[in-house]
């Protein structure tokens, strides 16, 4: 189905101009219709659309804070160019070294370092704004690393969890947010304060395994 034939089923089911552009161009990204790297110029969208142009604007952000839009330089909004083998190839880079900062970090932890964990856990529960829970994300993981005492291992794996963010934001887009797995990150996190090192790597490399056959099955899905 493609943008126009989305625009006219959807137009009755919305109250705002913006929930309906946000809402149908979400559909069009995530079913592939608009594939990543399409431009998406305000102007023909609003007369796609029939609406103005700040519904479009407004839209489109929305759409940004959910990685499913980039605004690149001298190009403006474009379709997100995420791919099941840009996955994939992320994936396996952070299973390959997160384990490893986790099992050197482990034994240095502290009762405040598990306290700052429980508590970042705590505020992914309570946070409504999806935008903000890859930053909390990473400030999990992060504490949980930090005393691996190898500065370079540590900027690798920084570097990672913050492009983890864009996956994570698609994730719920696609997937919804019950993809956040917070029963596995409350599982790394007991078997790190029980000193369990072996346990904690194991659980993280599921967790980190299981977010790349999620994306993975959600891309075939959307080619059959």
Known sequence: MDLTELIARGRPRFRTATAFVEAILREAILTGALPGGTPLRQE??????????????????????????????????????????????????????????????????????????????????????????????????????????????????????AAADRYLRFHFAALGRDRMAQDEHAAILAAARAGDADEATRVLRTHIETAARDLERFFASRTD
């Open 44 to 161: 023909e969208l609003a007369a796609s659309f029939a609406v103005s142009r700040m519904p479009v604007r407004e839209a489109l952000r929305q759409l940004e804070a959910q990685a499913l839009v980039d605004f690149a330089p001298h190009k403006g909004a474009v379709v997100t160019d995420i791919s099941a083998a840009d996955g994939a190839d992320h994936y396996a880079i952070r299973a390959a070294l997160e384990p490893a900062a986790l099992r050197l970090s482990l034994p240095h932890l502290t009762a405040a370092d598990f306290e700052r964990a429980e508590g970042l856990l705590a505020e992914m529960d309570a946070e409504p704004d999806q935008s903000r829970l890859g930053e909390l994300n990473r400030r999990f993981h992060l504490t949980l690393y930090a005393r691996a005492g190898r500065p370079r291992l540590l900027a690798l794996v920084e570097q990672h969890l």
